[in-house]
């Protein structure tokens, strides 16, 4: 084992900085230790892409690692995060109207960039031009929605009204009520700027990347539809633009079973899906490279790791669910509890550390297993009871109990097990007793600890 440095609390702060951000979409370090997995070499940054995956795979890290290596590109980046639209997809829903939703995001989207390109001066040439017809087709009044999309790109609304776009988008409303006028709106919109955005898409090679779609339960199915919509419609723009148009779209994996299940997204059979895998190797070398980024060449990250808090990563995959962001929020908790007293022993640093790790996954899961379940305290709860193993007429028994309490009343049994083996919350334990197969709880469901979350 290599000699740990001198100076641990300073070696500390540094590391804890590198495993500080969760999400690829905040962490400005990331080409320090982005970890080329074999899934990412399998994508090509000349193709279109619909990179899927449960919550925290790194899809986010992923898209935007293709997107550097794009040649020169128009690239037009949309948010689609469902809380900000909650009420266009809600009357898009209700009037079966995700079509001319999706086309209006894409469209302001592709304003707003040639707003921001433009870099608040007009110029002779293609894009004074374009804002000059679009200043002739008197658009109005989508102040709403734009107001919500120039919070999404920063400071674009300033460079907006530097270029006086503002004056072609009216943030008057009509005197109708928003929820009777927005699609109707939109589909205005829509019709008049088509042909604009076309000849843009149609100038140089565009990239549509479509990201943050992470949607609350209540708006999963709104979500999941709007995802197909805007999936088909960009598969079709791709054809009728000659290739011009590609686009990359990270869509997570609990709105993809949504979808398939209404057949809003067609099954991905294809080359166009990419789920997001990591081998364990790989998802170890994530972590020591961290590491490396932050100590000296001659330190050990394993040997560093085990010093400060007990760690061996070897240890860790049952405990992480194959998932990048897990890997980081449990190294990340044991070193901050080492931060927080330096004083500690390892050991007692890794137990404080999964035990908060613990917490937060299973807050994790239940979030995720509500997108398209219910019940999940409640399973949790006979979970926890389970000493050891539990067999599966007894699991039965005990989830039938929940029903007849009126809780997973439109759940059969065996589907309600398949999803507890999906998320890993069982997992069959070693040979069989008696002929009958007997399950074992997660272990992260004893350290969470039943106060914490019954």
Known sequence: MNAISSSP?????????????????????????????????????????????????GKTAFVRRLVRRQAKVQLI????RADLFGEELQTANANNEYGTFAQALVYLHTLYGLAESSSGSLTTGDKA????????????????????????????????????????FSIELQQTTATEINMARYRQMCLKIQPL??????RG?????????DAPARLAKQTSALIGVLLRWLKEVERTTNGTLRFLLAVPEDLLRIGLKSAEIYTPG?????????????????????????????????????????????????????????????VRNCLRAKLADPTRDASTCRDIGLRDYARQTLLWLQAEWQGTSDGFSDLLELL?????????????????????RGILSQRGLGGIIQDLEKWRLIKKAKGVKGGKIEYRPHPLIKLAGQSDFI
């Open 77 to 80: 980046s949309i948010s689609l």
């Open 197 to 202: 955005v076309y000849r843009q898409f149609g």
């Open 129 to 168: 031009a374009l804002i000059g017809e679009l200043r002739a087709l008197n658009l109005q009044p989508y102040g709403d929605l734009i107001s919500r999309l120039a919070a999404a790109v920063g400071q674009a609304v300033d460079k907006v009204k530097k270029l006086d776009v503002a004056k072609v």
């Open 205 to 213: 090679r565009t990239l549509v990347v479509i990201d943050e779609m």
């Open 384 to 404: 926890y009871e389970v000493e050891n193993v539990i067999s599966t007429d007894k699991l039965r028994v005990s989830i039938d109990d929940i029903r007849k």
């Open 9 to 57: 609390s300073q070696e500390l702060s540094k590391v804890v900085e590198m495993f500080k951000a969760d999400d690829g979409r905040d962490d400005k370090n990331i080409d320090s230790y982005f970890v080329e997995t074999d899934c990412f070499r399998r994508l090509s940054p000349e193709a279109s892409h619909v990179i899927t995956g449960r919550y925290g795979s």
């Open 270 to 330: 294809q080359d166009l899906f990419a789920e997001v895998k990591w081998a364990p190797a790989e998802l170890e070398q994530l972590v020591l490279d961290r590491i490396r980024a932050a100590l000296s060449a001659k330190i050990s990250p394993s040997d560093w790791l085990l010093a400060m808090c007990s760690l061996k990563l070897g240890e860790l995959h049952d405990l992480t669910f194959g998932r990048p962001r897990n890997y980081i929020q449990l």
